[in-house]
């Protein structure tokens, strides 16, 4: 136990926990806005199977740690000279589903598609269901990638365990209000959405060729267009409330 509370080991750590959350920002996002046609009380549950399932994921990928790092990068099969392993069809797939998703969520609030109809009796079961499968499909692409960063970052793990469970349970407290800021302003809803297309593209070139991705540090660049893109959107917010202010003023 002395060497998890040496100096190193506890920078390591906080610099893990706070690591873990901003790279869980995309996941809050799209936990967020997957969940947004659910009556609050399966909010609730949905958001707590969330993070009971995205603990049970991490912890299960860590505990399995020397098994991924001898065989995430292992050869599986090659088309056409190209080689894919385990890591790059876990990009690959979770990319292209987090981008068909979020397009198609893109598509229905832009045309205002209404769902097919669903029986009474089905209708709050089916959607559910389908919300925590979509739910465990893209968390268990972030949790690889988050486990990713916790190998490279913490030597010991146990603190790589208690640092991601920390992170998922600071990230299911803050859920509740991103969730309902996004619901508020579809302005930002949509701006959420968008992130979410650059992220499933930078999860697909990853996928492809991991080693270039890297080279041309993606994502930083889409991390950075966000926080740039939601600094202005906040400062049109203000804008927005200011005349709105000015006019109910002038009004009255």
Do not use: C
């Amino acid at each position: 136990m002395e060497h998890l509370l040496t100096a190193s080991s506890i920078i390591s750590f906080l610099t893990l926990v706070l690591m873990e959350i901003v790279l869980g920002i995309d996941n809050v996002i799209f936990v967020s806005i997957i969940m947004g046609r659910l009556s609050e009380q399966k909010k609730k549950v949905a958001r707590k199977w969330w993070m009971i399932l995205g603990i049970m994921m991490r912890v299960i990928l860590l505990l399995s740690l020397s098994w991924l790092l001898k065989n995430g990068n292992r050869e599986l099969f090659a088309i056409f000279g190209k080689s894919f392993n385990l890591r790059s069809l876990i990009m690959l797939g979770g990319g292209l589903f987090l981008l068909v998703k979020t397009v198609g969520e893109i598509h229905h609030k832009i045309e205002g598609v209404e769902d097919k109809p669903i029986p009474k009796n089905q209708q709050q079961v089916s959607s559910f269901l389908r919300i925590i499968i979509q739910i465990v499909l893209v968390d268990m692409v972030f949790s690889f990638d988050s486990i990713v960063t916790a190998v490279g970052m913490a030597q010991h793990i146990e603190i790589m365990i208690v640092a991601v469970m920390i992170a998922m349970f600071i990230m299911f407290l803050f859920s509740v209000k991103i969730a309902s800021f996004i619901e508020k302003h579809p302005t930002v809803k949509m701006l959420a959405l968008s992130f979410l297309v650059m992220v499933g593209l930078v999860l697909i070139i990853e996928g492809w060729d991991a080693d270039r991705a890297h080279e041309m540090h993606l994502k930083n660049y889409v991390y950075f267009a966000m926080a740039f893109s939601f600094g202005v959107e906040l400062l049109n917010m203000k804008q927005r409330k200011k005349i709105n202010s000015e006019i109910n003023h002038s009004t009255d």
